[in-house]
C-alpha cells in the first residue's frame, strides 16, 4: 500500500510540473489590418511596435 501511495504521488507531482512546460503565445502574430502593418528594420519614429511578422519584420501600430 505504501508503494501504491507513492507512486499516486510520483504521478502528481509529474504532472503538476509538465503544465509549467506548455507554450500558449505564438511566435509570430497577425499583422496587416487595423492600424498594422510590417516594416523591415526598426519601425518608424512615431510607431509603436507589436511584435514579429511572419516574414521576420517587425510588426508596427500607427499612433
Known amino acids: 500500500m505504501k508503494i ?3 507512486l499516486f504521488v510520483l ?3 509529474m504532472f503538476h510540473g509538465a503544465t509549467g512546460f ?3 503565445s505564438r511566435p ?4 496587416g489590418y487595423r492600424g498594422t ?6 519601425c518608424p519614429r512615431g ?6 511578422c511572419r516574414s ?3 510588426c508596427c501600430k500607427w499612433l
Open 47 to 52: 510607431n509603436t511596435y507589436l511584435g514579429i
Open 4 to 6: 501504491l501511495s507513492f
Open 28 to 31: 509570430f502574430i497577425r499583422c
Open 11 to 13: 504521478l502528481l507531482v
Open 56 to 58: 521576420g519584420q517587425s
Open 22 to 24: 506548455v507554450k500558449t
Open 37 to 42: 502593418f510590417c516594416f523591415p528594420g526598426v
